[in-house]
């Protein structure tokens, strides 16, 4: 029962964090300093923070989605535009 109590208590924590390439998760990533940094999360950062409307959810990043074709999403692509741009 303590285990089941401990993995609902981590999976609600998670569920709260940014999710990344969002444009929370870029600002949180620009305050954090560089060296705490994994090296994905340089690569995600650089991908989707740098250049301003790439970031996943950003008006920007909707509009190109809409316009790619569905058989060329991925599924995190379509769970993230079901969450940022749908709702």
């Known amino acids: 029962m303590k285990v089941l109590m401990v993995l609902a208590g981590v999976l609600l924590l998670s569920a709260c964090s940014a ?15 560089k060296s705490e940094w994994t090296a994905s999360d340089l690569g995600t950062y650089t991908k989707n923070c740098l250049i301003d409307g790439t970031a996943v959810g950003s008006k920007d990043w909707c509009e190109g989605m809409s316009e790619t074709p569905k058989g060329e999403w991925t ?10 741009c749908v709702l």
């Open 75 to 84: 599924a995190d692509d379509t769970a993230s535009y079901a969450k940022h």
């Open 19 to 33: 999710e990344p390439g969002s444009e929370k998760w870029c600002a949180a990533k620009k305050d954090q300093p």
